[in-house]
């Protein structure tokens, strides 16, 4: 089975300050892909980025971007100039065979002010 | 733009009675998933379906059934509902064919079991 593991159970930044969060995974497909999902307290999943395990190139998305790394199967999420409205529990997932997410523990970030 | 719709939004049942949470959605997407979230846990699949008519167990189906008789609906039905069924209830939708391959959720149902 797949899995995917975070091993951050929390982390805390400062207001404008850059946080890595970090994610391991563990698939036997050559082609996948990966998400970072943002839960605020309200639980509803958002989006926060994508990565196709086919592409070199890193995904970015405004502030938020990730370092792929498909050797070691490490997809860490790069915050930066972090917002307050950042804080949430934020979860890294695979999509694996039909369509089905495989999701980590989730790391919950605070926000310092 | 409804997309994927929950209902109920919250619920209290008694160990042993039964429940049907309702998931539809108007997005015409082929995939539809039902996941659960234990308290400061991730997301865990528990049933999906890749058409009407057709579903498949994920990976923890024991105490729930599904259904799919049309595109649009999904419900997730528990019989004999168990303290350990306590959770939150996250249905989602996946289109299919080539895209993004983004799933879209519900606002989920917060069930507690006492």
């Known amino acids: 089975a797949q899995t995917v593991t975070q091993s951050q159970p929390e982390m805390s930044v400062q207001e404008a300050e850059t946080v890595t969060l970090s994610c391991t995974y563990d698939t036997s497909e050559s082609d996948y892909y990966l998400f970072w999902y943002k839960q605020p307290p309200s639980r509803q999943m958002i989006l926060v980025i994508r990565?196709?395990?086919?592409?070199?190139q890193n995904a970015t998305e405004n502030r938020f971007s990730v370092n792929f790394q498909k050797a070691a199967k490490s997809f860490s999420l790069k915050i930066s100039d972090s917002q307050l409205g950042d804080a949430a529990m934020y979860f890294c997932?695979?999509?694996?065979?039909?369509?089905?997410?495989?999701f980590g523990q989730g790391t919950r970030l605070t926000i310092n002010p | 733009n409804a997309g994927v719709t929950q209902t109920p939004k919250f619920r209290i049942l008694k160990i042993g009675q039964s429940m049907t949470l309702q998931c539809t959605q108007d997005?015409?997407?082929?995939?539809m998933y039902w996941y659960r979230q234990d308290p400061g846990m991730g997301l865990k699949l528990i049933y999906y379906s890749v058409g009407a008519g057709i579903t498949d167990k994920g990976e923890v189906p024991n105490g729930y059934n599904v259904s799919r008789s049309t595109t649009e609906d999904f419900p997730l039905r528990l019989e004999l509902a168990a303290p350990s069924q306590t959770s939150v209830y996250f249905c989602?939708?996946?289109?299919?064919?080539?895209?993004?391959?983004?799933?879209?959720f519900g606002a989920g149902t917060r069930l507690s079991v006492l």
């Open positions: 990565q196709e395990a086919y592409k070199q």
């Open positions: 997005m015409n997407h082929n995939y």
């Open positions: 989602a939708t996946y289109p299919g064919g080539v895209t993004k391959n983004i799933q879209y």
């Open positions: 997932a695979s999509f694996q065979g039909a369509q089905k997410l495989v």
